[in-house]
């Protein structure tokens, strides 16, 4: 009896130290053969496609962040900035120049599994920094040219970082639509995208966010409408490696004028209507088109038979000063209304200034009152703004001395009726 008390102890005492192992000691179940899973931190869902902000700082303060993964004894940490490798292991801890910046952190097992995590890091400028982020495609220059970068404080810059190579020709330029430098683009700068560095008077350096050098031939605006058997002028840059432009199934191949920056054609007398419009470089690649921030092989073309009232490339800035040609678009003489029939359309085409701090445009009497039916809008991209000419809108042109555009940071490019 005493034995089986004994034994019956015994039994009890290890119990309670399995118990106690088990409290104290805990066991992981990761194996080296798990997937990857990164814990913590949370990086948030894209949003249309677009990469969150996972971080908001200030360019004094750090980009701090601490990685919790499994299985963590078999894997390593990588992290990228803009596609390059800056740090390993579960913790990042660095400083940035302004810009916003493409994170990436890839987790990886010692058994050849992986997984990751992308996202966006903001980094704002201090009060008084130089700082010029993107408006729009002034961020792809081609080498050899003259280029611009808008910003604020820019009269603090002394020169330029591209791609290692030191830019000191550059110039600073005020004026009403916003601040910039321009500045000459290193003839021997390969193609790629690059990150601008701003050096400033104070030998500091600043960020800048970033450029993209190409030798493609990109058309940046003048391809979105034209008349049928007349001149059409684009623009962009490296123009001059263009051969051929084809419209519908009409291929142009003799250029009225033609250089780095601007090209001018015949346009074929085709109807009215949308077509496409693509063409070939020297090199048999197929010409670019900037259209709604991005890049494509086509674009469409309007071609009209309207009747031209004007046509050029005006500036139109409301902060400009009385008597300033640029502050109003008023080239077209009331008389002209006076012959036109009510119930026409009046299209006013306009490319959007790209250094301008916002674009705003209005149809107005020559007394800056709105048109019966139209009002001021804000627009983001070239377009063509449509007014119908009733007699009410006749008559306000003829009693408040004549027609006008107004606004800020666009160009009036042609005004037709039809």
Known sequence: MKKIYFMLLAIMAMSFTFTACSDQDPFSTATVND???????????????????????????????KLTVTPADYTTED??????????????????????????????????KSTSRE?????????????????????????????????????????????????????????????????SVPADLTEGDYRVILVGNDNNQYGANTVKVSKAALVTSGASRANAGMDCTISGINLDNITSLTIGDQTINTFTNQSATSLTFLCPSL??????????????NPVQFYVSNG?????????????TLWEGHHYVSWDLPDGDP????????KDVFAKIKAGSILRISYSIAPDAAYHKMGTDSGWWGDLPGTSQFEMSSDGVK??????????????????????????VDRVSVQ
Request: aromatic share 8%.
């Open 119 to 183: 996202g966006l890091v903001q980094v704002n400028p201090l009060d008084g920094d130089p700082y010029s982020a993107q408006v729009g495609y002034e961020r792809i220059i081609a080498p050899g040219t003259t280029a611009r970068l808008l910003g604020n404080n820019l009269d603090k810059v002394k020169s330029i970082v591209i791609g290692g190579k030191v830019i000191t020709d550059i110039n600073y330029v005020p004026n009403d639509k916003g601040n910039y430098i321009e500045y």
């Open 271 to 284: 109807k009215d209507g949308d077509y496409t419009i693509t063409g070939k470089t020297k090199g048999g």
């Open 35 to 65: 997937d990857p899973r990164i814990l913590d931190p949370i990086f948030p869902d894209r949003v249309n496609g677009a990469l969150p902000v996972i971080s908001n700082i200030n360019r004094d303060g750090k980009l701090n962040i």
């Open 326 to 333: 640029h502050k109003t678009f008023n080239l077209i003489g």
């Open 295 to 307: 890049i494509s092989a086509q674009q469409t073309l309007t071609i009209s038979s309207e009747i």
């Open 79 to 112: 992290w990228l900035l803009d596609s390059v490798k800056v740090q390993t292991g579960t913790t990042i801890d660095t400083t940035l120049l302004a810009g916003t910046y493409n994170l990436k952190v890839i987790v990886s097992t010692i058994a050849g």
């Open 386 to 411: 449509e007014v119908v000419l009733t007699q009410a809108v006749l008559d306000m042109i003829q009693q408040q001395s004549g027609f006008l555009c107004v606004g800020f940071g666009y160009y």
